[in-house]
């Protein structure tokens, strides 16, 4: 990762991403606590359905307000098949500067990228990156040997599909299982080919605490990937055993956001 | 890194008390830093500092946010069709974008409204003290400085407290800029500084004669084009008046496309002088002079109702004015009109009423400081000023990145001592220097940059200091 600052951005000036309507999930406390909010950013086929699930009501009954958003073309937002990268980061960072006060970006995924770049653009509080895909041709080595056949038609412009067991582990109900993937869609082909070949973010604004968590056993991001995308922020990663790659909706969803909603009360972050 | 002290908000007189020059007390401010201002210059510096760990105390003589963009101040110069000259993108702060669902060029209550939401969501607001103003600011030992307050309007004892440094953002739109006519005491009419116009109702049924072509006085004379029963539009000279939309898109995003590709300037000038060809036509066909420079030279106006509203005979372009008589105008061309109103839109000159002008390096007193990229005073490491610059652009991405700079460089102070010591040996060579192609020369442009020169000047400056 690049540390230097970037104050021209005369392309992305010239060229502003078009607007859409996006669709927001919110579930809020009951009691306000002034803890920041959170925003979950999901990974590309899903939408903001898949921290509904589980997710956004737990982080409420907490005690902080969880949002969750559709990154354009994908769950209840508006259709954008030529959606970018950028396209992406720019949706988070509008539904992130429209809360009340900083804001704390969870990246699932491809997500977690799309929350990498966003931080370069918005000083959030803190960001989570659960099981992270950062992107680059090993990600692509290691989903083409456990996936040849999702992976492949992605390559030449087709959707990115994930199978059941790579998402889920087996103690999620197979009935589950098959009601999530079902409600899998894709993300923008321009989006899936910058996974690859995009560059690198830009160092964050703000220097926010960044946490790296996911799952060793998970069949689309392997511990090693882990490991490296924790070292970019200085970190280790918080490993959950036995879990999908789909960490919000596997049968043990609550420990991993029992973990982050822990670090959050524990490092407030620093700054304003 | 400096230790923040605790929430600006903590009372001054329990810290520890230290005896200003002359002997008055002064409650020691720590680390903390003095933000004159909580407009949007003022808020960018509370915001980035605060971010870089330094805690601050901001001082402004209002009971509100936004500055001259708060329309309910009594030195704000928005009236109420107020419409942003550049674009979103080059508008907004850089890592807090305005909605993307808001229009193009937004209006000034939508700015207010972004401002108010970009102090609530950094939690700006428990730094500044309202309805307070700075009477001095004066240079303490070891380079820190002492600012003395009061109520606004001098109700209620001063009190000074010292700081590790200060940035002042107390804005250059307000005090208005009057232009010396003879006869202009005697004149019968109405007169009024564009700092006063706040509502067409004021033209309306009027014989109107707008002085200026600032993106203010083309406005005016739009309105008045409108309302008034005649306008005349005076100009010293012929200019620019580029459209705010060309090829569909806003002009500002066109103009950066070929920035961004790295155009030269002359061929930049070519292009738009051709595309103005295209698209407005030839204005001294309407009467108006022909521009005396060439585009970029001079601020550019963003208006594309004024050449209109000439082409349907409701503006009468008039050159400079001679003189004023009891009842009536002489214009330099000898020409006698008789308006009941003159509107001055006629510009505004910083000022800086509570430092010594040479510390600024105004020797001269003319109220032009000498700075390094209008932000950075030689010999004064501590003392920054912000958004004292007139970009051909937004002004407020070019704020935040000095509020960067001003806390990197104060971090660096302890940090990287000799890197800062660097720093301000270029802030002492380079003072003075312009961030744009030739300009006119005249007050107007005294503070004018090319956004992207200036940008790039300072993104070289801040990764200098980063050692990068």
Redesign the interface.
């Known amino acids: 990762m690049s540390e230097r600052v970037q104050v021209m951005r005369g392309w992305e000036w010239a060229r502003p991403v078009r607007p859409v309507r996006r669709e927001v999930l919110s579930v809020t406390p009951q009691l306000e606590e002034g803890r920041p909010p959170l925003l979950f950013v999901p990974g590309f086929g899903h939408g903001a359905w898949a921290y509904a699930e589980n997710w956004l009501g737990h982080t409420a009954a907490r005690g902080f307000s969880a949002h969750a958003v559709s990154l354009r073309g994908h769950g209840g937002s508006d259709p954008a098949p030529e959606a970018t990268l950028r396209a992406y980061a720019h949706d988070v960072v509008q539904v992130a500067a429209g809360l009340p006060s900083r804001a704390v970006l969870v990246g699932h995924g491809a997500g977690a990228l799309v929350v990498a770049h966003a931080l370069a653009r918005y000083p959030a509080r803190a960001a989570v990156l659960v099981a992270p895909v950062l992107g680059g041709w090993a990600t692509f080595g290691a989903a083409l040997r456990r996936n040849p056949f999702g992976t492949l038609p992605a390559v030449f412009g087709g959707g990115l599909r994930l199978s059941r067991r790579q998402l889920f582990s087996r103690e999620l109900p197979d009935a589950d299982a098959r009601r999530h993937t079902a409600r899998l869609g894709r993300a923008a082909r321009r989006a899936q080919w910058q996974l690859l070949t995009g560059a690198d973010p830009e160092p964050a604004v703000g220097s926010p605490p960044v946490l790296v968590l996911g799952s060793p056993d998970d069949r689309v991001v392997p511990a090693s990937a882990l490991t490296r995308a924790a070292r970019r922020y200085g970190s280790a990663p918080l490993l959950f055993p036995g879990m999908g790659h789909d960490l919000m909706l596997d049968a043990r969803w609550r420990e991993p956001i029992d973990a982050i909603l822990d670090w959050l009360v524990k490092n407030p972050g620093r700054g304003g | 890194m400096p230790t923040p002290t605790e929430h600006g908000r903590s009372d001054p007189e329990t810290t520890t008390l230290a005896r200003s020059r002359d002997g008055r007390p002064v409650s020691d401010r720590g680390d903390t830093v003095c933000v004159i201002g909580a407009g949007a210059s003022g808020l960018t510096a509370v915001?980035n500092l605060?971010?870089?760990?330094f805690g601050v105390d901001c001082y402004e003589r209002e009971t509100g946010i936004g500055g001259a963009w708060n329309w309910r101040h009594d030195r704000s110069p928005v009236y109420a069709s107020t419409h942003l000259i550049s674009s979103?993108?080059?508008t907004q702060f850089?890592?807090?974008?305005m909605?993307?669902?808001w229009p193009d060029y937004p209006h000034h209550s939508q700015l207010l409204s972004y401002f108010e939401?970009y102090a609530?969501?950094?939690?700006?607001r428990r730094h500044v003290w309202f309805g307070t103003e700075v009477v001095r600011v004066e240079p303490a030992s070891e380079e820190r400085w002492d600012v003395t307050t009061r109520s606004t309007g001098g109700y209620g004892p001063e009190r000074t407290s010292r700081y590790a440094a200060v940035m002042i953002a107390n804005g250059h739109n307000w005090s208005p800029k009057l232009p010396r006519y003879e006869g202009l005491e005697q004149f019968r009419g109405e007169v009024m500084h564009a700092s006063s116009y706040k509502d067409p109702a004021q033209l309306r049924g009027k014989r109107v004669l707008v002085v200026g072509a600032g993106n203010t006085g083309c406005d005016i004379a739009v309105e008045a084009a409108q309302q008034a029963s005649r306008c005349w539009h005076s100009t010293r000279r012929g200019y620019w008046y580029a459209p705010k939309y060309v090829f569909g898109r806003p002009a500002d995003?066109?103009n950066?496309?070929l920035?961004?590709l790295r155009v030269p300037l002359r061929v930049r000038q070519w292009l738009y002088h051709r595309t103005l060809r295209l698209t407005v036509g030839d204005l001294t066909r309407f009467g108006l002079p022909k521009p005396d420079h060439r585009v970029y030279e001079t601020h550019p106006i963003a208006n594309s109702q004024l050449v209109y509203y000439v082409g349907h005979g409701a503006i009468a372009p008039v050159p400079d004015v001679g003189r004023f008589h009891p009842h009536s105008v002489e214009l330099a061309d000898g020409r006698q009109i008789d308006p009941d109103v003159v509107v001055f839109a006629t510009g505004y000159l910083p000022r800086f009423e509570f430092l010594d002008a040479k510390i600024l390096g105004d020797d001269d007193g003319v109220g032009r400081p000498r700075l390094w990229l209008n932000a950075f005073v030689p010999d004064h490491p501590t003392l920054a000023v912000a958004g004292l610059v007139q970009p051909d652009s937004g002004l407020f991405p070019l704020s935040h990145?000095q509020a960067?700079l001003f806390a990197r460089l104060l971090r660096s102070r302890t940090t990287a001592p000799q890197r800062a010591g660097a720093f301000a040996a270029r802030v002492r060579s380079g003072a003075g220097e312009r961030y744009a192609g030739q300009v006119k020369d005249s007050t107007r442009h005294w503070f004018e940059v090319g956004h992207?020169d200036y940008?790039?000047a300072?993104?070289r400056a801040?990764?200098e200091l980063?050692g990068?």
């Open positions: 915001k605060a971010e870089h760990g979103r993108p080059f850089p890592d807090f974008p909605p993307d669902h939401r609530d969501h950094f939690d700006l995003q066109v950066d496309t920035l961004a990145w960067v992207a940008l790039r300072l993104e801040l990764r980063e990068q």
